[in-house]
């Protein structure tokens, strides 16, 4: 580790696994249960050496699959501790039945889901597909674009996920091999005052409450209260909203680096504007800021927050410009629909009155690498697109061999 | 501890009336002994899997479990209690909980032999300190009367019917109860309804046991079976007599026999069901001679095991 200087915290270089073990130790959970996969295993190891090292109070069962991995951790979210685990792909696929039932119990489990692409065919590499096909499973989702933001949104995870106006579990995402396996320089908060950030987890019920046993999972019956569930389900991901924004201007408060639900970069003058979230990020505002030194007026947008989805605050960020382009690292396979970002943006730009053009390009799966010059292709038919007031083509593919 | 009916009855009923299993159902009695071996200043955590137990008991919003009680899907109600019981194991390190808990699992075969295999064996393997039962009534009895792994040839069910061109379940069951026990644990028993002295003092043995518990118990089920509900004790004892559930318990790898029987012809306990009514006619009967062949061969390995012979 290389050592820095400012005052409360600690320069380091790590890999973007080792910065999320890092914020597992300074979080010190009650109870990890975790399965390795490729590229999240890391995690996993690094994090069982933290054990063994005595380093933190954790009981970290080593489940047989990730299945048992969920299943384990809402069996130990129900008994009043705070839990973590993590994934990637074919365990997140693996896991998906119990992904709905840890939101429906409104269970705060934190799980970092290491990007990479769903088989078939199998590749380890970065793409959102996995995250994407569990957006509707009523978990928070927070992308991150380095190692530090994977480091900064799992800090902040814990105090979303608990706060009693949301308990929902959330998953905070980071690119498969492109963060996770990457060195990147992070800043490391104090341990004492990552501790007293995410403060005791004091859940209202718990299996292990001797004076007032709980009944958890009940049957709903032929003519229950599911619907009223879900709509109770639903309030508590609107009430997020507040509480993602309260967190992270928190978060900015002990760290410098305050968190919202997206980022801009010259959105208050540009006339179009590329939307994109994860890693992409650095090499998009790159290019952006190297095309608004030369006059360009273009502007970016780098989603954190996907689930809520921002829809308001989007549109309003997007609303005066003439054209949009939405990165999407995944597809939906809804028939020529676009990327899930794409679809959802669309939608949420319906009810303006005046409302930008949009086209979508699908990049990156499984892994495929987003260079420069694909970035500057889209770039210049944005600009066409903003010009000419006309979408060719809604749908593009780029870097894909044709 | 005393296995005293006159004791027993003054035990804690964590199961209360008002649930809505089946008038004769043999998996609330497998519930209520088993939990009649809990020791006394204990605080218990049930878990289910999915299954008849668990969606006659949980209706919301109200609750037969006179104790905490989880449920959270079908495959994984060992899973799901290792993590309930690995919480308690840190929580109460951490000085966070005072009371001595006990965690235990009433799952149907279908939850344990079949989809949920997977679950029990890695919670067997990592050593938790809970016990697992399955109340077997030999098929998915919830989803109704389906085959399962613990299904015995021959049988009808909906996914084994008897027609033109099948007799049945072709397929032998598998031997859940050695599965178990093949993974180490400090204590396994095969138990009865119809032998509740022997029962409760196989619970309070896994009760005590410092590690992983199975008992996996014959539990009948007379919608499945087809016989008079009054009759579900006097099922699971002819099966016990029949040597095609024969009772026994592996302690610290130590096989035992747990019950002396008179070994008679499981012809007399086939005939009392309609699952196996088929079978007497004329054209079925190598199978009912395969599985007077299987059960003698299964009791002597047992009985080989058990250092019987």
């Given at each position: ?28 959970p009650?109870v990890?249960a ?83 692409a ?21 978990w ?176 309003e ?20 629909m ?10 949420a ?52 061999r044709? | ?40 200043d ?26 905490s ?14 993590g ?86 072709k ?15 400090p ?91 088929h ?31």
């Open positions: 580790m290389i050592t820095g200087s400012k005052a409360g915290t600690k320069t380091v270089a790590l890999i973007g696994t080792d910065a999320i073990a890092e914020a597992m130790r300074q979080i010190n009650d990890v975790a399965y390795p996969i490729t590229p999240q295993t890391a995690i996993v190891e690094t994090y069982s050496q933290m054990v063994a090292d005595g380093l933190v109070k954790t009981n970290m069962i080593a489940v047989e699959s990730e299945h048992s991995a969920m299943s384990a951790a809402i069996g130990a979210a129900a008994s009043g501790a705070r839990v973590m685990t993590a994934t990637s792909a074919q365990g997140l696929g693996l896991m998906w039945e119990m992904l709905y039932i840890a939101s429906g119990l409104r269970l705060p489990i934190i799980m970092p889901n290491v990007n990479r769903l088989s078939a065919p199998i590749n380890i590499h970065c793409d959102h597909g996995d995250s994407m096909g569990a957006r509707d499973s009523g928070i989702q927070l992308f991150s674009e380095n190692a530090q933001e994977s480091y900064d949104n799992t800090i902040q995870a814990i105090r979303i996920a608990e706060n009693p106006a949301v308990l929902l579990p959330v998953m905070v995402l980071l690119d498969g091999f492109i963060i996770s396996h990457s060195i990147d320089r992070v800043e490391l908060l104090d341990d004492e005052v990552v501790s007293h950030f995410v403060g005791e987890f004091k859940p209202a019920y718990s299996l292990l409450n001797a004076r007032n046993p709980v009944s958890v999972g009940n049957f709903d019956g032929l003519y229950g209260y599911y619907f009223e569930f879900k709509r109770q389900q639903e309030e508590a991901l609107l009430n997020s909203f507040r509480v993602i924004n309260e967190v992270g201007e928190e978060f900015g408060k002990i760290s410098g680096r305050p968190y919202r639900f997206f980022e801009t970069i010259g959105m208050e003058d540009a006339e179009f504007a590329i939307i994109v979230l994860g890693s992409a990020a650095g090499t998009v505002r790159q290019q952006v800021e190297d095309m608004r030194a030369k006059g360009i007026p273009i502007g970016m947008i780098k989603l954190r927050v996907f689930r809520p989805f921002p829809a308001r605050e989007l549109a960020a997007i609303s005066r410009m003439k054209a949009v382009a939405v990165f999407d690292r995944s597809s939906t396979f809804a028939g020529n676009g990327g899930p970002v794409f679809i959802e943006l669309r939608s730009l319906y009810d303006l009155q005046k409302r930008p053009l949009l086209v979508n390009y699908v990049y990156g799966l499984g892994g495929r690498d987003l260079s420069v010059d694909l970035v500057n292709k889209a770039a210049a038919e944005l600009a066409e697109v903003a010009c000419s007031g006309q979408v060719k083509q809604p749908v593009n593919y780029l870097g894909l044709e | 501890m005393s296995t005293k009916l006159a004791d027993l009855v003054q035990k804690p009923q964590y199961l209360s009336g008002g649930h809505r299993l089946c008038a004769g159902c043999g998996a609330s009695i497998a519930v209520r002994q088993i939990l009649m071996g809990v020791p006394d204990v605080k218990l955590v049930i878990a289910n899997p999915t299954g008849c137990l668990e969606v006659s008991t949980s209706i919301y919003p109200y609750t037969a479990w006179n104790t009680y989880i449920h959270s899907a079908f495959e994984n109600a060992a899973a799901t209690l290792s309930a019981e690995a919480a308690y194991q840190t929580l109460k390190k951490q000085g966070k909980i005072k009371e001595d808990f006990r965690f235990v699992v009433f799952g149907g075969d279908g939850g344990t032999y079949d989809i949920g295999l997977q679950a029990l064996s890695g919670t067997l393997e990592r050593g938790h300190r809970l016990v697992y039962v399955c109340y077997n009534n030999e098929a998915y009895m919830n989803t109704g009367i389906q085959r399962s792994g613990a299904t015995i040839m021959g049988s009808w069910t909906t996914t084994s019917p008897y027609g033109r061109y099948s007799s049945g379940k397929e032998n069951r598998k031997d859940m109860t050695a599965i178990a026990a093949a993974h180490n644990i204590y396994v028993a095969q138990a009865s309804i119809s032998h509740w002295r022997d029962l409760v003092r196989k619970a309070q043995k896994a009760f005590a046991a410092d590690g992983p518990a199975f008992i996996n118990v014959l539990s009948p089920c007379h919608r499945g079976w087809r016989y008079p509900m009054e009759k579900t004790v006097e099922m699971a004892k002819m099966a016990v007599q029949a040597c095609i559930w024969p009772l026994y318990e592996v302690e610290n790898g130590k096989w035992n026999l747990t019950a002396k029987v008179k070994k008679q012809p499981v012809e007399g306990y086939l005939k009392t069901q309609g699952r196996f009514a079978l007497f006619q004329e054209e079925n009967k190598d199978i009912l001679k395969a599985i007077q062949e299987n059960v003698d061969a299964e009791w002597e390995k047992l009985l080989n095991l058990c250092e019987q012979k």
